[in-house]
């Protein structure tokens, strides 16, 4: 069983910063990619951004520049500093993490945290 939180959501006002953490933790081998992913109301979750194992980054185009996402393979945790945020940036932000468990190493099977609600507003 693996299990991934999210922490660090707020309420911050336009051009704020914030920065989510997500730990997983359980009966991990080994984690591949990591990603973090945003729904806002009535939308669907889109891609903010991504890191592969090696720390190779992809990142949506909406947020390039001022998102910066990176992990302590050490801690199996991942980090989106958020910088110059803007109001359309509200949404509930989820953790993803395609994990290696102990039990089956040689097939990665992808887990989700919770969400954190990150809501920019002056």
């Known amino acids: 069983q693996v299990q991934l939180v999210e922490s660090g959501g707020g309420l911050v006002q336009p051009g704020g910063s914030l920065r989510l953490s997500c730990a997983a933790s359980?009966?991990?081998?080994?984690?591949?990619?990591m990603g973090w992913y945003r729904q806002a109301p009535e939308e669907q979750r889109d891609l903010v951004a991504v890191i592969s194992s090696n720390g190779s980054t992809n990142y949506a185009g909406s947020v390039k520049g001022r998102f910066t996402i990176s992990r302590d393979n050490a801690k199996n945790t991942v980090y989106l500093q958020m910088n110059s945020l803007k109001p359309e940036g509200t949404a509930v932000y989820y953790c993803?993490?395609?994990?290696?468990?102990?039990?089956?190493?040689?097939?990665?099977?992808?887990?989700w945290g919770q969400g954190t609600q990150v809501t920019v507003t002056s």
């Open positions: 993803n993490a395609d994990v290696r468990t102990i039990v089956v190493p040689t097939i990665a099977f992808r887990y």
């Open positions: 359980g009966s991990i081998f080994s984690i591949d990619a």
